[in-house]
């Protein structure tokens, strides 16, 4: 099970942090990923790190501006989010994976999603 948090209102150019909190059985988990969906459009990849590595890749918008990270002895990623504009509106999901992809069909688990609104 997932649990997202720590979205919110914030002014372009502000920042926020996301978490994504495992719980339960996490034994082969090999990748989690923030995916995001903004109104009348389709889920996508936003950024993804490997469980064991820590190995980040991120979607080209947000290079340089997300930073995701995981701590694995509180089975918790997040996602820290600096220089944002309005168009990274949108609610923002992490999913988990026994694979190291970052096609939404392979991601098994999901969070319920919280909403990130960033005001021009």
């Known amino acids: 099970q997932l649990q997202a948090s720590g979205g919110g209102l914030v002014q372009a150019g502000g920042s926020l942090r996301l978490s994504c909190a495992a719980s339960?059985?996490?034994?082969?988990?090999?990748?989690m990923s923030w995916f995001r969906q903004a109104p009348g459009k389709e889920r996508e990849f936003v950024a993804r790190?490997?469980?064991?590595?820590?190995?980040?890749r991120y979607t080209d918008s947000v290079k340089g501006r997300f930073t995701i990270s995981r701590d694995n002895a509180k089975n918790t990623m997040y996602l820290q989010m600096n220089s944002l504009k309005p168009e990274d509106t949108a609610v923002y999901y992490c999913?988990?994976?026994?694979?190291?992809?970052?096609?939404?069909?392979?991601?098994?688990?999901w969070g319920q999603g919280t909403q990130v609104t960033v005001s021009s």
């Open positions: 999913g988990a994976s026994r694979v190291i992809t970052t096609r939404l069909v392979d991601y098994d688990y």
């Open positions: 339960g059985r996490t034994f082969g988990i090999s990748a």
């Open positions: 790190i490997t469980w064991s590595g820590g190995i980040a």
